[in-house]
């Protein structure tokens, strides 16, 4: 049973399935049944798919809040699934806040069968618990039989912290799925084309695309082009735009933008690590509802929210968040990489150091591999790679 949320999720679902048959035919094994929730790429890799999860997005206690009725209903359907098919293994793929309640509740209905029905529990992605509420590392200890995490600093944090949980460093899967983008030299960009990327969710484009379409204003020399992952919130960024616009708008191509422009502007979400792989120069943004962002200043630990930044422990992409994050700072921010080569080359040149701390491509293997040692009976203890 594989259970991911959100397109990122949904990706790295369908890559580890990918992964997890292919090392499976290579051993000889049975052909594995895999079935579960989450979305289109998790169906293209032949996954029974319940529930669409991959566009449930949600951000902060509030919007989950506002949806937690939908989400209660999927819970519990999964859950009956679960114990109708009574699967070996259990992978649930980030979507924290859905998937740790999961593995709890479906912990406590395994333990009622008195043996009859023991399932392995594994969790791909850590949560970002080393920024907040490192309590969680405990629950996470009780329900996990494993966790394939994707920066190499973690299966030392849970080591000091969640001893018996058993961790595996696997790598990043941006590495597999451009493995040859670092080298994209100036000639191959396009001057003065600045990729947007406000985010996957509908409450980051409410947030960010207002604050990005002001900023296009104030670049009068520049052309810009918006990835969005769907239809629907194409149409509502386009609502957003003043006409004529010099934006163009379009669903996928993320990879072409990144390979074609010469920056971008993105939320601080996992596309900034995408942005890196690429070597193309960022300026992220981060703004939620003032009530979210007042309860996570609090709780949150860490110096900054791009993932590029936290690796490097220094700013390598100018971060705005909140109140910083408006259309003049974007726009300021965005003229010094625009106008000045030598800042470009710069930055570039951190990105490439921030990447390389992440080691080789194959994270979906190693996750795969992870996987079947558990399941032999290999894995024990706190493991990295």
């Not at 040859?180 to 600045?194: G, N, V, W």
């Not at 690590?273 to 007042?294: D, H, N, Q, R, W």
């Not at 971060?319 to 003229?335: S, Y």
């Amino acid at each position: 049973m594989i259970i991911a949320g959100e397109p990122s999720g949904d990706a790295l679902a369908a890559e580890l399935a990918t992964a997890l048959r292919t090392r499976a035919a290579e051993r000889g094994d049975a052909p594995l049944d895999y079935f579960g929730a989450g979305g289109a790429a998790m169906r293209q890799a032949g996954i029974d798919v319940r529930h669409d999860l991959a566009s449930q997005s949600v951000i902060g206690p509030f919007d989950l809040a506002r949806r937690y009725l939908s989400f209660r209903k999927v819970f519990f359907d999964l859950l009956r699934w679960a114990e109708e098919r009574r699967p070996e293994l259990v992978i649930l793929v980030d979507y924290s806040h859905f998937n740790h309640r999961f593995a709890a509740a479906l912990r406590q209905r395994a333990r009622k069968t008195n043996g009859a029905w023991s399932p392995k529990i594994v969790k791909y992605v850590s949560p970002q618990v080393w920024a907040s509420r490192p309590g969680r590392a405990r629950a996470m200890e009780r329900d996990l039989d494993l966790l394939l995490c994707l920066f190499p600093f973690e299966p030392a944090w849970y080591a000091a912290r969640a001893p018996s949980l058993p961790v595996r460093y696997v790598g990043h899967p941006v590495l597999d799925r451009y493995p040859d983008e670092k080298s994209l030299q100036a000639s191959e960009r396009k001057r003065h084309e600045i990729l947007l990327l406000p985010g996957s969710r509908e409450g980051e484009l409410r947030r960010h695309w207002p604050v990005m379409a002001e900023m296009t204003e104030k670049l009068p020399d520049a052309r810009f082009i918006a990835v969005l992952p769907n239809e629907s919130l194409l149409r509502q960024a386009r609502e957003g735009l003043a006409e004529p616009s010099r934006v163009t708008l379009r669903v996928g191509g993320l990879a072409e933008g990144l390979r074609e422009s010469w920056m971008a502007v993105a939320s601080t979400g996992s596309v900034t690590m995408e942005c890196a792989c690429f070597g193309i120069p960022t300026v992220a943004l981060y703004k939620t509802s003032f009530l979210t962002y007042a309860i996570g200043k609090r709780l949150v630990n860490v110096r900054y929210l791009a993932m590029p930044n936290i690796l490097a422990d220094r700013e390598v992409m100018p971060e705005f968040v909140q109140g910083a994050a408006t259309a003049e700072n974007l726009a300021r921010a965005a003229r010094t990489i625009l106008d000045d080569d030598r800042r470009w080359t710069a930055m570039r040149e951190d990105l490439r150091k921030v990447i390389a701390t992440l080691g080789a491509p194959g994270a979906s293997i190693r996750a795969a591999e992870a996987i079947q040692d558990l399941m032999a009976g290999r894995t024990s203890g706190p493991v990295s790679r």
